[in-house]
């Protein structure tokens, strides 16, 4: 069996992000957040009281936050856009693809309680297709932290760049595994592989905090003889196009798990690449075209195919199948 990475302690990403926040406002001064209503949700209370003078608040008004942001990254700042990211990238949608990613504004776009993390908030609060609206944009990246400590790092890494785009850092709210190194570098466009076999059969691709469940599908996977690999995938955009090329050459398929509409999200980005160099098996694991509804996360993962067991049967029906019909 795969040894599952150590669980260090359970938190959401958004915790994450507001120690890298603070960290990071500490080593560059120019960082500015922008509120909106939610900064109790985001953790956002110690970076208020630690820079008081940097903590810009606006009330419920995404819009007019986007465009405040952009004007200030225009002058030299580096604000952080943090709110809900259903809010966060339908209702400002305009301002960002204008005021921000027109002007190449260096602006870190913070969309919390993504996915299905939200629970009994429903569908109005429930982003299933950010990864889709932000990716589609020009100049704008996407980073999707799989736990705290990548949150935490991701944020870090982003702000102290000196060349720092539109950026959009995707997190979610329920308290999930955090199991990566406090002490590693976060790069976008870098994922990382979790080796269960030298030549799998089938390569799970996750983002998020699925992927530690994914690990866990792989295990039972692996005892039932399937040789299987994970990757967290951490960004959406840019790709890793080494890590996705590299097991074209010795899957027999994908399987791409993500928080979002099947439709646009990580499996469709992945799907383009693949196509480029003749295509891949792919079956996509997300919510299927439709809004989500109100439970607890774990009840929402089970309801929509998306927890261990699921994640696991899915994969394992796709590596039978080609195996019986004797495809590489």
Known sequence: MFELPKVLNWE???????RGLVEAAREDERIVVIGLDVSGSLFLQEFKQAFPER?????????????????LAMNGLKPVFATYATFATTRALDQIRVSICYNDAPVLLVGAHAGLSVGPDGATHQALEDIATMRVLPGMRVAIPCDSNEAQ???????????????????GRAATENYTSPTADYRLGQWQAYGISSSPEVVIFACGGLVYPSLRAANQMRAAGIAVEVVNVSSAKPLDAEVVIRYMRIARAYVVV???QSIGGVGSAIAELTAQYGGKH???MGVADSF????????LLEAYGLASDHIASRAAAV??????????
């Open 12 to 18: 959401s990403t958004r915790q994450g992000f507001a």
């Open 55 to 71: 903590f810009i608040s606006l009330g419920i008004a995404e819009q007019n936050g986007a465009a405040v942001a952009a004007g």
């Open 153 to 171: 790092a991701a944020t870090r890494s982003i702000l102290l760049s000196e060349t720092i785009g539109p950026t959009y850092l995707r997190l």
């Open 258 to 260: 993500e928080e979002h």
């Open 282 to 284: 792919i079956e996509f």
């Open 292 to 299: 989500g509804e109100s439970g607890t996360p774990e009840e």
């Open 319 to 328: 590596a039978n199948t080609l195996r019986m019909l004797g495809i590489d």
